[in-house]
């Protein structure tokens, strides 16, 4: 089944939210998904401690020379593997980007997010390039305004696909859920059912914009 | 989104990544900034396990031999007075 990885030079962005989202979407439609915390804040790991998902086992501790065997282990039929990546510009993240059969590149809308992450981008076609094979990517723009789409917003979607870059919809708003993630671990819909925790935040909304995200990015993996 | 039969679908598509072409994606990644950034270790000796001080005077011409027995065993002192007193203890038991 397929590599998901997570990339972007910039820390922040929302790529550990991303795997954690997908996999726990994933795991719930019945996916055996493996994902790899190749990130040293060690943030899917920090999750991991307090519970994962039926169905999701967590690796961690992966280093620039074992990252290609260790996808290369985890993959197979029925498995899904998702690759959550340091925020810095590493050979961890160009080999794991090889591997892949997905790279999503989380962007905040601001200047700053998509000058960074649009190394990532660049990086990716130009892997292309050199393996003289293509690597499906898309951009998925994070802590977006549940309320209204901002001009910023806007103008970077029209900018991202003008250059033919394909951005996922929904974006992933600010939510305290999906934050809150990590603090209590496990996925929404355990978080929805526990009324002992408490989220500030509406944790409906937050399932529905993820169970949404995770079927974009299923499309894009037939 | 609901169903594993959507998943079952999806089938693992493995890639021929080899040696040569993990090189070439390295090169491209280098031109690109993006490096090799595994910690490197501490540079520098470790730091030695023997962390008492000895501060013995003895006669000058004991302490020269000390000295160059040591330096052409390739010992320090310290090492040096280890072994002696190893040969020591073992002559009293």
Known sequence: ?222 | MSGSNRLAGLKARPKDTTVEEVRRVDEVGEARGFLDRTPRKKPGRKPSPRTYQLHPKVFPEVGQAIAAEAEDRGLTQGQLIEEMWEIYSSARR
């Not at chain 1, 280093?63 to 282990?73: D, K, Q, W, Y």
């Not at chain 1, 960074?116 to 990086?123: D, Q, R, T, V």
């Not at chain 1, 003008?162 to 993630?181: N, Q, T």
Request: charged letters at 25%; hydrophobic letters at 45%.
């Open chain 1, 1 to 222: 089944m397929p590599v998901i990885v997570m990339a972007s030079p910039k820390g922040g962005v929302g790529k550990s939210t991303c795997a954690v989202l997908l996999a726990s979407e994933f795991a719930r439609m019945g996916a055996d998904v493996t994902v790899l915390d190749c990130d040293p804040n060690k943030s899917l790991t920090r999750w991991a401690s307090h519970g994962v998902p039926t169905g999701v086992t967590l690796r961690s501790e992966i280093g620039r020379s074992e990252i290609v065997p260790t996808i290369r282990s985890a993959d197979g039929d029925g498995k899904i593997v998702i690759v959550d990546l340091e925020g810095v510009a590493s050979q961890l993240v160009s080999r794991a980007i090889s591997q892949a059969d997905l790279v999503i590149v989380p962007m905040q809308p601001t200047a700053l997010d998509a000058e960074i992450g649009s190394e990532a981008l660049a990086l990716v076609r130009e892997e292309e390039e050199a393996l003289g094979r293509s690597i499906r990517h898309a951009v998925v723009l994070t802590k977006t305004s549940a309320a209204v789409k901002s001009r910023v917003q806007k103008e970077l979607e029209e900018q991202l696909r003008g250059a033919g870059i394909d951005v996922i919809e929904p974006s992933l708003v600010a939510r305290a859920a999906f934050s809150e993630l990590f603090a209590y671990g496990g996925d929404l819909t355990a978080m929805m059912n526990d009324p002992e925790m408490m989220t500030g935040g509406k944790v409906d909304k937050a399932l529905i914009n993820a169970q949404a995200f995770a079927e974009a990015v299923y499309e894009r993996l037939k």
